[in-house]
């Protein structure tokens, strides 16, 4: 009468309905209560409800598979020191909110919106290589609509790297321009003739 389940002796109390272990506080429901029907598997440890599984969610609150610990809102490694690998299938990315990342490009899926980059306190953002960064190209026809503060680009049109300055766009080499090919000649030829 105490648990309510039937059981059985063999050196031990068993309880012979249901799977419990030898003193019934680690097991499985299908019901909450008898006659309930409330189609909720329930797993309990030690008198404590671990985890539960329904049509549609299972419900756990650490969950370690492998390597690869899920616990509350962190997906982590237990092994130090190594990666965690998210890998689609075939040409399919990996979506995080609005950002999809596929094989080498990360890619804001809203059209329209900014893409940021944000750092705290003095920290900074860094582009580590030798080679270069490719700035976006186009003419001057096809210029951002609703240009901001520092924004950069190489103008095809006008051959050169321009940048917003909050008001017009601006070579940046400033409001004198850059020297031409021709005029650099021009200033060499100058400074030979005048040496001599």
Same mark, same amino acid.
């Given at each position: 009468?105490?648990?309510?389940?039937?059981?059985?002796?063999?050196?031990?109390?068993?309880?012979?309905?249901?799977?419990?272990?030898?003193?019934?506080?680690?097991?499985?429901?299908?019901?909450?209560?008898?006659?309930?029907?409330?189609?909720?598997?329930?797993?309990?440890?030690?008198?404590?409800?671990?985890?539960?599984?329904?049509?549609?969610?299972?419900?756990?609150?650490?969950?370690?598979?492998?390597? *690869?610990? $899920?616990? =509350?809102?962190? /997906?982590?490694? #237990?092994?130090?020191?190594?990666?965690?690998?998210?890998?689609?299938? &075939? +040409?399919?990315?990996?979506?995080?909110?609005? *950002?999809? $990342?596929? =094989?080498?490009? /990360?890619?804001? #899926?809203?059209?329209?919106?900014?893409?940021?980059?944000?750092?705290? &306190? +003095?920290?900074?953002?860094?582009?580590?290589?030798?080679?270069?960064?490719?700035?976006?190209?186009?003419?001057?026809?096809?210029?951002?609509?609703?240009?901001?503060?520092?924004?950069?680009?190489?103008?095809?049109?006008?051959?050169?790297?321009?940048?917003?300055?909050?008001?017009?766009?601006?070579?940046?080499?400033?409001?004198?321009?850059?020297?031409?090919?021709?005029?650099?000649?021009?200033?060499?030829?100058?400074?030979?003739?005048?040496?001599?």
């Amino acid at each position: 009468t105490t648990t309510s389940r039937f059981e059985g002796y063999d050196g031990n109390w068993i309880v012979l309905t249901g799977v419990f272990d030898l003193d019934a506080d680690t097991y499985i429901t299908a019901e909450l209560t008898p006659g309930a029907n409330d189609n909720i598997i329930r797993f309990y440890s030690a008198g404590n409800e671990i985890a539960s599984i329904t049509q549609t969610e299972f419900n756990v609150s650490k969950l370690l598979v492998d390597d *690869i610990q $899920i616990d =509350g809102n962190t /997906i982590s490694t #237990t092994t130090a020191n190594t990666d965690l690998n998210l890998l689609p299938n &075939g +040409t399919g990315g990996v979506n995080i909110d609005n *950002i999809n $990342i596929s =094989g080498s490009e /990360i890619n804001n #899926t809203v059209s329209g919106a900014a893409t940021r980059f944000t750092s705290t &306190g +003095t920290g900074y953002v860094e582009i580590v290589g030798v080679d270069g960064v490719v700035l976006p190209v186009g003419t001057s026809a096809e210029r951002h609509p609703s240009p901001v503060l520092g924004m950069t680009r190489w103008n095809t049109t006008d051959g050169r790297l321009e940048i917003f300055n909050a008001v017009t766009w601006e070579s940046v080499a400033g409001t004198s321009g850059s020297v031409s090919t021709t005029d650099a000649e021009n200033i060499a030829l100058q400074v030979v003739l005048s040496l001599g």
